[in-house]
């Protein structure tokens, strides 16, 4: 009897963790909760960087998805990858970013080699992955990018991404925008781009010239906009 209710429990967790939605084009697309640590440390610090880049004093970190970003996490390790989004506070090797604060960087989706989707945070809070555009960006991370050099995505991460951008516009008819991180400094003429510092910027690979044409190829249909 009790194995059997373990049992039950064990189901009712799993499905509770993974959830399948149907696109509008009939394809399903399923997610994987897998949170990282997001509490109240975090949600300070995330107001804080609001604050301070962005010249605003918002009551909560929420925001009106307008942009997805996609990105790789130049790691080739799934846990290892999600090892270094999950704490709240900033790792100590990234000096290139510890200035700007100590509020870690984040992502809203981390897709595996294998395609699979994981979805880490709330996708309408603000996450720090795109310097000037996080107060209107969903982030997708990709495992991946060797070196930070390597053009290297899986075949299944381009279907899981085209996928999640079909999903994300649809939930969320108010983005209009679809970019790479290599492009975020093209936004910088956008009334979106928020950034207050003139010195803080950053320079990206990722996700790759080829993986980004072949995701936008794919969902062309949606309009989505690229940066001027």
Known sequence: MKKTILLALSTILLSASTHTYRLPDGEHITIKDKPIDFGKQRVDMTKEYISKHYGLHPRDIKITPKIIVLH???????ESSFKRLKPQKLLTDRKDIASASALNVSAHFLVARDGTIYQLMP?????RHVIGLNYSAIGVENVGGRGNRGDDLTPAQLKANIKLVRYLKAKY?????LIGHHEYRKMEKSPLWLERDKGYRTTKK??????????REKVKDL??????
């Open 223 to 228: 309009g989505l906009k690229k940066p001027n």
């Open 123 to 127: 996708d309408n809070y603000m996450a």
């Open 206 to 215: 990722d996700p790759g010239r080829r993986f980004m044409s072949d995701v």
């Open 72 to 78: 790789w996490t130049a790691d080739m390790g799934f």
């Open 173 to 177: 008819p108010t983005i209009e925008y």
